[in-house]
Every structure is written in C-alpha cells, then in structure tokens.
T-cell receptor
Framework: DGGITQSPKYLFRKEGQNVTLSCEQN?????MYWYRQDPGQGLRLIYY???????QKGDIAEGYSVSREKKESFPLTVTSAQKNPTAFYLC????????????FGPGTRLTVL | GQSLEQPSEVTAVEGAIVQINCTYQ??????LSWYQQHDGGAPTFLSY??LDGLEETGRFSSFLSRSDSYGYLLLQELQMKDSASYFC????????????WGAGTKLIIKP
C-alpha cells in the first residue's frame, strides 16, 4: 500500500531538548511538506521541498530544521529555539509542486513538558 | 497580504444540504482546494477548482468565482460521518504555489 508514515504518533519532550519527527513516503512524490496545526486553527507551513537535496522555508520556519537527502524521506527537527513547540505536526506530499492533491500522513502530536 | 475567511462553525441536520463559503485575498491566485479533517485525523483532499464554475464529486460539489474571490463547498444528503472540519486552501503563484489555509469550518450534524 502506498502512503505516508509519520512516527511517532505521540511524542513528549522536555524543554530545551531537540526532537526529530520522521516522515516517509512510498508514493514516489517529488514534493514534501511540513505543517503545524494548533487547536482550532488551519495549517501553517513550516518547510517544504520540491526536489531531493533542496528545501525552502515556509511561513513559520524559525526554530525548525529539515533535510531531504532521499526522495522518500523528509525529517523535521524541532529545536530548543522553538518557543512554543506543543502542536500537531503534519507531513504531506504531492506528485509535483503543481499537482492539485496533497496526501497527508497521520500526524505527530508533540507535547513539551 | 494573503487571507482566507470561512465560517468557524456550521450546524445542519442529517439528510439536508449545507454550503460552506470561503472568501480569499491573494495577489497571485492559482486555484482553490477543499480538504476534510476529522477530529484527531489528517486532512484528506476533497476537490480543486482552478477555473470558474462547479466541480461535482458524488455528494460533494465545489464552486469558484475568481472575479468575486469566492468559493464554496456544497455537501448534499448529509450523513453523520460528514461531521468534521472543512478547510479551504488557496494556491498562490507569489508563494511558490504553496497552499495557504483557512482556519477551517467545523460542521456539526444533528440527527
């Protein structure tokens, strides 16, 4: 079955710690995205990558970092510089940057204790 | 700047028809998408409008008027499973074709 996997589903971290969220897709999609969703809000773009070895900042990139070393993988690191990291994080992919449908993973709910 | 407006909550009765409106402001409009998200779940794609008019997919239809910067999602024959949040999202040329999301409309369906 083709799809996007994110792990873990729930993640707890202490203040001051960096944490990496995994995102893997086997859809052979070129473009991948990381979003943050806060309760009752829409999605805000953190980072995106339209091709391997290239990525761009979204609207709220501060305190986050990414890499795109392989087509199928786009991990997100939440650093200690992110002031309010508790949120629901969603990874998505698209066949190309100009196709219409984004496919989403199940999300990771990060809680900072 | 860029902005999207949609109602925060809509209530309807099972079996009825409901319309969720979306107005947008963007300088490089490329297309309007609609996504559904159940509580705790991930968004799933419903429809896309790149040109004016109505797109129909089963019980769901979506409409776009570029001259009015306005679109809507129409849900017919409502079922309890349609209780979810619905997001409109605009693709903007000036943002490298990335999606800009509305805050979502929570659809509550009563029996």
């Amino acid at each position: 079955d083709g799809g996007i996997t994110q792990s873990p589903k729930y993640l707890f971290r202490k203040e001051g710690q960096n944490v990496t969220l995994s995102c893997e897709q086997n859809l052979n999609h070129d473009a991948m995205y990381w979003y943050r969703q806060d309760p009752g809000q829409g999605l805000r773009l953190i980072y995106y990558s339209q091709i391997v070895n290239d990525f761009q900042k979204g609207d709220i990139a501060e305190g986050y970092s990414v890499s795109r070393e392989k087509k199928e993988s786009f991990p997100l690191t939440v650093t200690s510089a992110q002031k309010n990291p508790t949120a629901f994080y969603l990874c998505a992919s698209m066949e190309t940057a100009l196709t219409n449908e984004q496919f989403f993973g199940p999300g990771t709910r990060l809680t900072v204790l | 700047g860029q902005s999207l407006e949609q109602p925060s909550e809509v209530t309807a009765v099972e079996g009825a028809i409901v319309q969720i409106n979306c107005t947008y402001q963007t300088s490089g409009f490329y297309g309007l998408s609609w996504y559904q998200q159940h509580d705790g779940g991930a968004p799933t794609f419903l429809s896309y409008n790149g040109l004016d008019g109505l797109e129909e997919t089963g019980r769901f239809s979506s409409f776009l008027s570029r001259s009015d910067s306005y679109g809507y999602l129409l849900l017919q024959e409502l079922q309890m499973k349609d209780s979810a949040s619905y997001f409109c999202a605009v693709r903007d040329r000036r943002s490298n074709y990335q999606l800009i999301w509305g805050a979502g409309t929570k659809l509550i369906i009563k029996p």
